[in-house]
């Protein structure tokens, strides 16, 4: 039994996941792994440019831009077109495809060789290290945070940080895997004992965010209208998972199209999407 990182309530329950240990907490639903494995340590490896090289494919490799342009159809219905801050913003191609549609943009970003790529190739304002060691005093009228906060130390201290950074009214954008999913996918397969089919497809970093802990973090943040929905997935199979790209696109594709539709028979409370976004208005 730990103390849980977000809420400090005890009344957790503990499951192993291959050789980690999670906790989830009963109150505020955050799925956090052990005290006993070092949040420091974590971070220290992806700022010293393992990062980069574990998921600058990921990153150059144009994947992802269907996904950008998603992102900012979304954002952009809502918002049109202003300042836009990305945490974590790798080599920098979301934060390009919005330069290109007229945002004015900053990036943050921990590692010098994704910071160095985002300035000098795609000729970026980024900041190199963490939202802590930012201090500029501008105001933003969007943040996003895509596929970074659940590797955070203390996801709510960068939330914390971002709303000191966003102009009344403005949009926090989030992008992360599906706790609800990947933990009930694996506590399944578990029981039929088919883990080790699975366990390639599960994501688990130092975080693993469901619908209702997002709901809790951004409303105890003073968020408002937050939207939760099934995001799109990535192109390709950038971590080789499948035979073939052609099937890993068919089988995500079919999983997305599948949530979707789960999303709309339940008015968006069952959500099975394998990655989920978040948009909520700063009061
Ligand atoms: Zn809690």
Excluded at 50 to 68: A, E, H, V
Excluded at 92 to 116: H, N, T
Excluded at 164 to 176: A, E, V
Excluded at 204 to 233: E, V
Aim: hydrophobic share 35%; glycine share 6%; proline share 4%.
């Amino acid at each position: 039994m730990e103390n849980c990182p977000y809420c400090r309530k005890t009344n957790d329950f503990e499951f192993k996941i291959f050789s980690r240990i999670f906790h989830r907490c009963r109150e505020c639903d955050l799925i956090h792994k052990s005290s006993q494995e070092n949040y420091h340590e974590v971070l220290t490896t992806y700022s010293r440019g393992s990062y980069f090289n574990i998921y600058s494919c990921d990153q150059t490799d144009k994947k992802r831009d269907k996904l950008y342009d998603h992102i900012l159809n979304s954002i952009e219905e809502n918002k049109g077109t202003g300042s836009l801050l990305d945490v974590g913003t790798g080599c920098g191609f979301f934060l390009g495809a919005a330069k290109k549609r007229g945002w004015s943009v900053k990036g943050i970003e921990p590692s010098k060789q994704s910071a160095e790529v985002a300035c000098r190739q795609n000729n970026l304002d980024v900041f190199c290290g963490t939202l802590q060691d930012y201090h500029g005093d501008d105001q933003f009228d969007v943040i996003t945070f895509i596929n970074v906060l659940d590797h955070s130390a203390e996801p709510w201290k960068e939330i914390e940080l971002a709303n000191n950074l966003l102009k009344p009214d403005g949009i926090l954008y989030l992008r992360f895997p599906n706790g609800f999913l990947h933990t009930h996918l694996f506590q399944l397969a578990s029981k039929f004992g088919l883990t080790y089919r699975i366990q390639k497809f599960l994501v688990f970093h130092q975080f693993s965010f469901t619908p209702k802990f997002i709901k809790r973090l951004l409303s105890d943040a003073g968020y408002s209208d937050i939207i939760i929905l099934n995001s799109p997935p990535s192109e390709g199979d950038p971590h080789n998972l499948f035979p073939a790209p052609a099937l890993a696109q068919y089988v995500k594709r079919a999983i997305y199209w599948t949530a979707r539709a789960i999303q709309i028979l339940t008015s968006g409370r069952v959500l099975l999407g394998t990655s989920l976004e978040v948009m909520a208005i700063k009061n």
